[in-house]
């Protein structure tokens, strides 16, 4: 069993911050590529960030200059660091794994429940 569990999410004002935090635990060999993404009420969900496991980043156009993803191996943890808050940023923000499952070593890839960010005066 793997379970990715999110924490981070609330309420802040448009210009605020908020650092998203996203552990991996059960039974895992390793990490491979870590992301977040998120899902605004009536659209799509959308990749906001991602990060392989040697470190190389990749942004969404709008994120890019604002947010900071990042990981700790040792942790299976990879956060989200939002910076300059915008009220276009309010959604639920979910965590995404692709895990290597030991023994087999197949690879598999998790969601975590999602954490809602609003930003709003």
């Known amino acids: 069993q793997v379970q990715l569990v999110e924490s981070g999410g609330g309420l802040v004002q448009p210009g605020g911050s908020l650092r998203l935090s996203c552990a991996v635990s059960?039974?895992?060999?390793?990490?491979?590529?870590m992301g977040w993404y998120r899902q605004a009420p009536g659209k799509q969900r959308e990749l906001v960030a991602a990060?392989?496991?040697?470190?190389?980043?990749n942004y969404e156009d709008s994120a890019k200059g604002r947010f900071t993803i990042s990981r700790d191996n040792a942790k299976n943890t990879v956060y989200l660091q939002m910076n300059s808050l915008k009220p276009e940023d309010t959604a639920v923000y979910y965590c995404?794994?692709?895990?290597?499952?030991?023994?087999?070593?197949?690879?598999?890839?998790?969601w975590g429940q999602g954490t809602q960010v609003t930003v709003s005066s």
């Open positions: 059960g039974s895992i060999f390793s990490t491979n590529d």
């Open positions: 995404n794994a692709d895990v290597v499952k030991p023994m087999t070593l197949t690879r598999f890839r998790y």
């Open positions: 990060i392989t496991s040697s470190g190389s980043t």
